[in-house]
């Protein structure tokens, strides 16, 4: 995978964040605890849930963009920058859980007016996903689906692995700083054939990262466990590219075995499908809006 040159990337983005200002644009939702979230929003309300979707640790609600205005066609879709993100609000604390993730995402929702949802996950985004919809969201989420999922490393087992990850992260960002992280992410994210424009947009969003609000989702990703969530009361499905390097097809199955829940490759794709593939990710987040309206109630 050929590195892009400044100049390059440049003109490749030209026409993106043309379209993101206009079909995508950022609005800030201010909350009642004081808070505040940047959304982006597109398409039309209709008779099925609205579409929640969560982007992952390197990344943004802008990653979305393409996928998101595909599957606007036909549902209302709006992707949130997390906590600590873009011009989010960051959590309190240096080391908040999921749970606290969860409870700001349940606080947006109420402050839009959303009271059914199909939740799309996309790695480190699948842990706030699940720890949503095991609580707060329980009653809420009509259908979860998670899009190469990260696994977390909160487990017992995993002491050593946690130590490593966080060690590693924060060594990187202090070295790299978030300028060096996302030039080399591209390399980490795409699968080998993604062409250039896949890689400026997975670069820009990179480099927008906020150092507190990264180290904060580094240490949700050391101290949660996708395991936790198993039994989710509402559908689950699973899906992976097929040259996914970060949470391979064979990792995201046994978490879609565990779930009992669909599992489906995302054709030539790594691990940042919503950019590479953005067409295949909005059809099955298409389907899963479909299939949420003739969901039963629970709750």
């Known amino acids: 995978m050929n590195a892009i040159?400044?100049?390059?990337?440049?003109?490749?983005l030209q026409a993106p964040l043309a379209l993101l200002q206009r079909r995508f644009a950022q609005?800030?939702?201010s909350?009642?605890?004081?808070?505040q979230v940047a959304l982006r929003e597109c398409g039309v309300a209709g008779d099925g849930p609205s579409v929640v979707l969560l982007h992952g640790i390197s990344s943004g609600a802008a990653s979305w963009l393409h996928a998101a205005l595909l599957a606007g066609e036909q549902a209302r879709v709006m992707a949130w920058d997390a906590p600590g993100y873009g011009a989010?609000?960051?959590?309190?604390?240096?080391?908040?859980t999921d749970a606290d993730y969860a409870a700001r995402l349940h606080e947006l929702l109420q402050a839009l007016g959303i009271s059914r949802?199909?939740?799309v996950g996309h790695s480190l985004g699948a842990l706030m996903a699940c720890a949503y919809a095991r609580g707060l969201g329980a009653s809420r989420v009509a259908r979860v689906v998670l899009i190469s999922p990260a696994g977390g490393y909160g487990a017992a087992a995993q002491t050593a692995a946690r130590a490593r990850v966080r060690s590693e992260r924060r060594e990187a960002?202090?070295?790299?700083?978030?300028?060096?992280?996302?030039?080399r992410i591209p390399h980490r994210l795409l699968s080998p054939a993604a062409d250039a424009a896949a890689r400026a947009w997975v670069q820009w969003n990179s480099a927008r990262l906020q150092p507190a609000g990264y180290l904060q989702a580094v240490e949700l990703l050391c101290s949660s466990d996708l395991a936790r969530s198993q039994g989710l009361a509402m559908p689950v499905e699973v899906h992976c590219g097929d040259a996914d390097e970060v949470t391979p097809p064979a990792a995201c199955r046994r978490w879609a075995d565990l779930y009992d829940a669909t599992f489906a490759l995302i054709e030539g794709a790594g691990h940042a499908s919503p950019i590479e593939q953005p067409e295949a990710v909005a059809r099955l987040i298409t389907r899963a809006a479909q299939q949420a309206k003739g969901d039963p109630q629970h709750g």
Do not use: M, N, W
């Open 27 to 29: 609005r800030i939702v």
């Open 5 to 12: 040159t400044r100049t390059e990337a440049d003109d490749l």
């Open 117 to 119: 949802c199909v939740l």
């Open 88 to 96: 989010s609000t960051a959590l309190a604390g240096d080391a908040p």
């Open 173 to 183: 960002l202090h070295t790299l700083g978030v300028k060096g992280l996302a030039e």
């Open 31 to 35: 909350l009642p605890s004081g808070a």
